[in-house]
């Protein structure tokens, strides 16, 4: 299995430019998971979705940031505007969520977005 | 609230000896408990997970992680640190009342001496 995998890895944008993440999950996962790391917040949870469906968006910073996953094998995270301030590594997880159950998350490598 | 407290930020250990990292949650809920590493540059490898039965877990690379429950603990701990294992360490708690997502503490970044 490939694994997650996301594009771009590294993205260099200037202030106010759209900037688009992609992902594409582990194939027979149902769940995905967006996610920043910075060095002052750690890692925090942006959004997840079950199969397909937006779970849970309270991580989301504003309404710049917005998430979609219009099937099972794609998901994207966009920001429009783009600031300096949201230079970080977004990171792509997925899991098979067991009926009654909790697994693991399986991240990919992340995308390394630099806004100047 | 549900929480993760990772409180020692940097450890530095010499190659050879026993590594333990500390990891304490806050949750009402029975958790399910996990041991993440990232190298530099790398997204997040799964080390070990607990969700039930013998509280004493192993995990690769010869990692393992005791719960506690009376103590809220799930430390992670190795007999002998290889020059490899630096690297960052993020314990993480999740349960079925909040849904799948995971609580992730600050991380701990281990330092091996040669």
């Known amino acids: 299995d490939a694994g997650v995998i996301q594009s771009p890895r590294h993205e260099v944008t200037e202030m106010g430019q759209e900037v688009t993440l992609r992902c594409k999950p582990i194939s027979g996962h149902n769940s995905l998971f967006w996610y920043r790391q910075t060095m002052m917040r750690g890692l925090e949870l942006l959004i997840y979705f079950n199969n397909n469906v937006p779970i849970d968006d309270s991580g989301m910073p504003e309404d710049r940031f917005s998430a979609k996953m219009p099937n099972a094998s794609f998901s994207t995270l966009k920001i429009q505007p783009s600031e300096p301030r949201d230079s970080a590594v977004y990171f792509c997880a997925s899991s098979f969520r067991l009926a009654g159950g909790l697994d693991e998350q399986f991240f990919g490598p992340g995308t390394r977005l630099t806004v100047l | 609230a549900q929480s993760v407290t990772q409180p020692d930020i940097h450890i530095t250990v010499s190659e050879g000896a026993s590594l333990e990292l500390r990891c304490n949650y806050s949750y009402g809920a029975t958790p399910y408990l996990f041991w993440y590493v990232q190298s530099p540059g790398q997204g997040l490898q799964l080390l070990l997970k607990?969700?039930?039965?013998?509280?004493l877990v192993q995990g690769i690379k010869g990692f393992e992680a005791e719960f506690k429950r009376s103590q809220s603990s799930f430390n992670l701990r190795k007999p002998s640190v290889h020059w490899s294992d630096a690297a960052e360490y993020f314990c993480a708690v999740g349960a079925m009342e909040y849904g799948n997502k995971l609580v992730f503490g600050a991380g701990t970044i281990l330092r091996v001496k040669s």
């Open positions: 607990y969700f039930s039965g013998d509280t």
